[in-house]
Nanobody, 122 residues
Framework: QVQLVESGGGLVQAGGSLRLSCAASGREFSIHSMGWFRQAPGEEREFVAYITWTTGRTVYKDSVKDRFTISRDNAKNTVYLQMSSLKPEDTAVYYC???????????????WGQGTQVTVSS
């Protein structure tokens, strides 16, 4: 079992920045990649970005590619999502997820955090 704990959400004005963190514990050696998803009210949960644990390969949703950066600190078993130039449409609950494989679909992920709210005001 892997436990994921997110932090770093909050309220920010459009154009601002936030950094989300996700700390993994438990059977973290079984994890191959970690990702971030988000879910806005009334919407489906959607992929934002993922990073592979060993090589650091990253993949992003097109609409965040030039504004968000996913990174990891292997020593701390922590993944980050640095979000810049935030827009009101980025408002959502952001979820950290861990996968024993890799992918952009929700079904590729085996463990989920509790979510952290990000609100971007216009």
């Amino acid at each position: 079992q892997v436990q994921l704990v997110e932090s770093g959400g909050g309220l920010v004005q459009a154009g601002g920045s936030l950094r989300l963190s996700c700390a993994a514990s438990g059977r973290e050696f079984s994890i191959h990649s970690m990702g971030w998803f988000r879910q806005a009210p009334g919407e489906e949960r959607e992929f934002v970005a993922y990073i592979t644990w060993t090589t650091g390969r990253t993949v992003y949703k097109d609409s965040v590619k030039d504004r968000f950066t996913i990174s990891r600190d292997n020593a701390k078993n922590t993944v980050y999502l640095q979000m810049s130039s935030l827009k009101p449409e980025d408002t959502a609950v952001y979820y950290c997820a861990a996968s024993r494989g890799v992918g952009t679909r929700r079904s590729a992920y085996d463990y989920w955090g509790q979510g952290t709210q990000v609100t971007v005001s216009s």
